[in-house]
């Protein structure tokens, strides 16, 4: 089983925890309503230990409508999805397809061991089936490390639409159009921008601006120095038509996010996100010889106040 980071939930309550405090789950609600509510364990970071890490924090956090095959071991195969009709936790197709949801409601405080559960629970389930939510009663203390391929990457596909829900046996009923309709009128465009050493790295269009908003795999204290080397060099920004506007915690990963040129295309990105990922390879490999300066910890402070929450 996959090394996990947790933190006790209930300890923290009778710690004198803040209600008010944004969970540390990663959600963005506040402790009261969201795991203060009375589950014992969060997994802060549920996915450690996967290479696909980073995708599948994007695809809980804020990738629209996307799909990928789950690379598992064994068993009936699997495509996950970052949100299911009802925002399910599973359903199986007619056609005994297996997918499962990313973006659910949710009391449990390991996301990993929901998905293990919605799993098991669909390839068990008769053709046609859904799970709404993963309960208590379906957990059997597997997590989603011990059913993948640790080593493999997602072969993620983003869409346009909802279209994907369908099966292709004909036109949506007048209901099933209704609630297409719905989730397609709230999508935000989103691309993912490839490059030499970019992976994880999303170009969304709020309507209002542009960002790029990318899944960092290192640990968060080693990020934030290389990012404050970075910006005391003024090297930070991915291009002129950029700026750093913060980062935020998501499932145990930091998220850093640049406000974007708007007129530009998403794949104009591709070469100064290469840029700068060779940038901070190199400076993080520095800070093993190098601590630090006076200046650059001041920077990292100033990062540190920084943090975004996303809308």
């Not at 933190?7 to 923290?12: C, D, V």
């Not at 690379?71 to 599973?90: I, M």
Request: proline share 7%; hydrophobic share 40%.
């Amino acid at each position: 089983m996959g090394k996990k980071t947790r933190t006790r939930a209930t300890a923290a309550a009778t710690d004198g925890e803040n209600p008010r405090r944004p969970c540390p789950c990663g959600s963005g609600k506040r402790y009261k309503a969201c795991h203060g509510a009375g589950d014992d364990v969060i997994v802060i970071r549920p996915f450690e230990g996967l290479a696909c890490e980073p995708d599948l924090v994007a695809m809980r956090e804020f990738l629209p409508s996307a799909t990928a095959p789950l690379p598992v071991r064994g068993g009936a195969p699997a495509t996950l999805a970052s949100v299911l009709p009802g925002a399910s936790a599973a359903l199986v197709r007619d056609s005994g397809e297996i997918l499962l949801g990313m973006q659910v409601q949710t009391r449990s405080g390991d996301l990993a061991a929901d998905l293990a559960a919605a799993l098991t629970w669909a390839r068990a389930a008769e053709p046609g089936s859904s799970l709404p939510v993963v309960g208590p009663s379906l957990r059997s203390g597997e997590r989603l490390p011990d059913l993948l391929d640790t080593g493999a990457q997602l072969d993620l596909t983003l869409h346009k639409d909802f279209a994907w829900w369908l099966a292709d046996d004909g036109e949506p009923g007048a209901e099933a159009a209704a609630m297409l309709e719905r989730a397609n009128s709230v999508i935000l465009p989103t691309e993912q921008v490839e490059g030499k050493g970019v992976r994880a790295a999303y170009w969304v269009d709020t309507g209002s601006k542009a960002h790029l908003r990318w899944v960092r795999p290192e640990p968060e204290d080693r990020l934030m120095a290389a990012l404050a080397r970075l910006s005391e060099r003024g090297e930070l920004e991915l291009s002129g038509d950029s700026r750093y506007a913060g980062s935020f915690r998501a499932h145990g990963l930091l998220v850093p996010v640049w406000d974007l040129d708007q007129e530009m295309h998403s794949s104009e990105w591709s070469e100064p996100a290469a840029s700068f990922a060779a940038r901070l390879d190199e400076t993080l490999e520095s800070l093993d010889a190098t601590p630090l300066s006076l200046d650059e910890r001041r920077a990292r402070d100033v990062l540190a106040g920084k943090q975004i929450t996303l809308r």
